[in-house]
DNA sequence: TTGTAGGCGTTATCAA
DNA sequence: TTGATAACGCCTACAA
């Protein structure tokens, strides 16, 4: 130990690695590294691996099938010892060859299938925009309610359009032609959406967007237009990031507890890892409440 | 290749690191995930490594000592073959002992030390802060000019600093008592250094935050306190992120070109990893423009 | 307790 | 050109 000190060796994680089989690494792949909502998530997550004494290694899928293509390759290739990943144009077939294929522990964030072999979180979409529309109409009256999702069918589109859909269908209210849009994960997608808004002659009184990032660009763009939010028309988003308070009006969005759900997949891919869990694949479902401000 | 096709062979790049000492792997240390300086950089030094077929792993050091230790522990065990961090606590003891017991290139950003055997791309902060204080003087007629730097003598702080003092300095102006704060690197930082300023009875005319973000927390609390700005009082920023257009009154800024500083600090590594280059560190400057919105 | 040999999956070298 | 072999640095199993 001497020797070590004052040498100052460092053993090869490489060569024990090759000799353990395990990496001492996981990787993750988050949706957009420019989206707030992945920043606590990535932090826990590393705050976890840390713990476990483990290093990570981080993709940024930006939303492109290539990328995230390349991430499963490359995971294929490099060995670690888990996966965590945000997949949203991977389809259902890409993930499923990838987990025949590699034979480590996956956690899935906002996953829209479930698998039997791997654990995810998500499944807030569909309830928390139900609630969140729900309460748009029972609490502040609204019932012209129109709502901003996401292009094709990425997640987590169809399941937050669906608790919209269901919401309205309930409460029985149409949705007019012209109520929903489709527009990019971003400030600019909603503010393309909100521009649509604009040319109807009868648009909404309040505007749902899938994220908030587009309730953002939706708001920016109605001020731009000389409205007043929320009074000519209210916007609410989903998901509490920090952009919610620097935008004025502040904005009204559900929050789910970012922090928690980083810890979760990361515990849960421990616990994968270092064998405590070996049963079927869980489900969590993480929680979320609506934080009114003054957008709507 | 019929057999490596059917049967989906996939070199293990553990075995082939071990044995050519290469790891195709480099690793980044940022200074912060939440700070969107960092996106386009990490995403243009994702570009470039793909392109030379490396993984990057990235680290997030959050200001924090520990993590910044921890990251250079981290990768004197984990073999990479080059590094790129933006370190912010680190002592230049550390980095420098960091270098010699590690035997791989090196690329700083915003680096604070000139290092005869690494590269770095920065050094824009003096004279930047400086043509931005004098154009607050020359252009928009300020005289009454504060400064939000950051607590203790992290970088960049000190830097801006210096150009904020030479500019007023060359003006003929004085920097009264209450003038400089010093603050986090965050919109809550920044809110905390204006909070000081709006309990003075003369506070400055206009604010120059070393930070876009400490800029917006500036902007939010003098709104709060029923202040307009720029009327009542103005502020600019550092570093034209997406918040400088989500706040209102949309920032004035210097602007750098980030992803281009992300390509530029990927490209001096790559050039040492692949042994083009082998002279001594070489030190880039990136460019800068001030961008004219609405806060000033 | 201490020491030694074998093998993890590659690639590079050298011999055939 | 092809094929066998050693070595990268570590850990584990087994022998002394």
Redesign the interface.
């Known amino acids: 130990m001497d020797a070590v000190e004052t040498l100052?060796y460092?053993?090869?994680?490489?060569?024990r690695?090759?000799r353990t089989q395990q990496?001492?690494?996981i990787a993750v792949m988050i949706g957009d590294?420019?989206n707030?909502f992945y920043?606590p998530v990535?932090?826990a997550i590393?705050d976890v691996a840390?713990l476990n004494d483990y290093?990570?290694?981080?993709?940024?899928g930006?939303h492109i099938y290539e990328n995230e293509k390349?991430f499963l390759q490359?995971v294929?290739?490099?060995?670690v010892d888990g996966v965590i990943m945000a997949p949203h144009r991977l389809s259902v077939e890409d993930i499923d060859q990838f987990i025949r294929?590699s034979h480590i522990p996956v956690v899935l964030i906002g996953a829209q299938l479930q698998h039997p072999q791997i654990d995810g979180v998500g499944g807030t979409s569909q309830p928390a925009t139900y609630e969140a529309i729900t309460w748009l109409i029972q609490a502040k009256g609204y019932r012209r309610i129109g709502f901003i999702g996401v292009e094709s069918d990425m997640v987590p589109g169809p399941a937050r359009y669906l608790g919209y859909e269901r919401a309205m269908t309930d409460a029985g209210l149409s949705i007019e032609p012209g109520f929903v849009q489709k527009a990019k994960f971003t400030?600019e997608g909603g503010a393309e959406a909100m521009r649509m808004y604009l040319q109807q002659s009868n648009p909404p009184a309040v505007v749902f967007a899938a994220n908030s990032l587009m309730a953002?660009g939706a708001i920016?763009t109605a001020?731009a237009a000389g409205l007043r939010v929320p009074e000519d028309i209210g916007v609410m988003g989903f998901d509490d990031i920090?952009?919610a308070?620097?935008?004025?009006p502040n904005l009204t969005t559900v929050a789910r507890d970012l922090p928690a759900i980083g810890t979760q997949v990361a515990s849960m891919l421990f616990e994968r890892i270092t064998g405590k869990e070996t049963g079927p694949g869980r489900f969590v479902q993480s929680g979320w409440r609506i934080v009114e401000r003054q957008s709507v």
Do not use: C, F, W
């Not at 460092?10 to 060569?15: S, V, Y």
């Not at 308070?245 to 004025?248: E, N, P, S, T």
């Open positions: 100052g460092q053993p090869n994680i490489l060569a690695s090759l990496t001492q690494m590294i420019s707030a920043h990535v932090r590393q840390y290093d990570v290694l981080i993709s940024n930006d390349r490359t294929l290739r490099r060995p294929r400030v953002v920016l001020k920090p952009e308070l620097i935008v004025d």
